[in-house]
Nanobody
Framework: QLQASGGGLVQPGGSLRLSCAAS????????MGWYRQAPGKQRELVGS???????NYADSVKGRFTISTDGAKNTVNLQMNSLKPEDTAVYYC???????????????WGQGTQVTVSS
């Protein structure tokens, strides 16, 4: 339902931009966001944005990461600057939406994309 792209290998201090787009039409979008999971750790929220534009970030990425959406295309982006080795993880996008008018709000996940920060 969601297609993520943009991961890769980057040196510490570098930047990457992740994108995630819904592959189908959406009746009503509630929120979109990015999560990450490092080896041996639980999946954690990186940042989220509501349909109204309210954002929320993990403390560890505040000031370095920026989340944005293109509502018309149901796309969520994550601009990651000043990357650190501890940002290394598989990043997952998530959207909460109603697919059709008769559907309830539900969580939809994209496939993970690997981000590796290393010199």
């Amino acid at each position: 339902q969601l297609q993520a792209s943009g991961g890769g290998l980057v040196q510490p201090g570098g930047s990457l931009r992740l994108s995630c787009a819904a592959s189908r039409s959406i009746f009503s979008l509630n929120a979109m966001g990015w999560y990450r999971q490092a080896p041996g750790k639980q999946r954690e929220l990186v940042g989220s944005i509501t349909s109204g534009g309210n954002t929320n970030y993990a403390d560890s990425v505040k000031g370095r990461f920026t989340i944005s959406t293109d509502g018309a295309k149901n796309t969520v982006n994550l601009q990651m600057n000043s990357l650190k080795p501890e940002d290394t993880a598989v990043y997952y996008c998530k959207a909460v939406y109603r697919a059709r008018v008769w559907d309830p709000y539900d969580d939809y996940w994209g496939q993970g994309t690997q981000v590796t920060v290393s010199s």
